[in-house]
């Protein structure tokens, strides 16, 4: 997978020479999780991720950059921790348990864009950490 991403996906363009959107797929695969090696890059991606939610909604929570919400939450910074886990792992279902759909509509539009992309993100790089895991524990 690592040559196809350099050379394409087997057809060339008399212009450009390789079309980047026939490399893009494998390289980002190479990217996000080392074509399905490695543990530890989309444990990184995953964290990288989570704390982007994490400082987004702390500070939206605790009114340090922006205007606080209308309802008062007494610890911002746990709240921010768990809003972007539950995003991140939305097969648990701790959205609904912990933050009802009050809470989620009163958010900013920004926000629940980064709540969405939370979740689409985290959704490949559990595949690629799920591949990772398999590859180390595969027996030979």
């Known amino acids: 997978m690592h040559f196809t991403g350099k050379i394409g996906a087997g057809s060339f363009s008399i212009s450009t020479g390789v079309s980047i959107w026939q490399r893009l ?4 695969f190479g990217l996000f999780s080392e074509y399905g ?3 530890l890059r989309p444990t990184l991606w995953l964290l990288g991720v989570w704390a982007l ?8 929570l605790s009114g340090c950059c922006v205007p606080a919400p209308d309802s008062v939450i007494e610890r911002p910074m746990g709240a ?22 009050d809470f989620m509509r009163e958010l900013p539009a920004v926000l629940k864009t980064l709540a969405g ?3 689409v993100a985290s959704l490949p790089l559990l595949f690629f950490l799920g591949l990772g895991l398999r590859q180390r524990f595969r027996l030979r």
């Open 117 to 119: 992309f939370q979740t």
């Open 80 to 101: 921010a921790m768990a809003l972007s886990f539950s995003n991140l792992f939305p097969l648990f279902g701790f959205g609904r348990v912990y933050f009802g759909g």
């Open 25 to 28: 797929p494998y390289l980002l």
């Open 53 to 60: 939610g994490f400082a987004a909604f702390w500070g939206y």
């Open 37 to 39: 090696y490695s543990i």
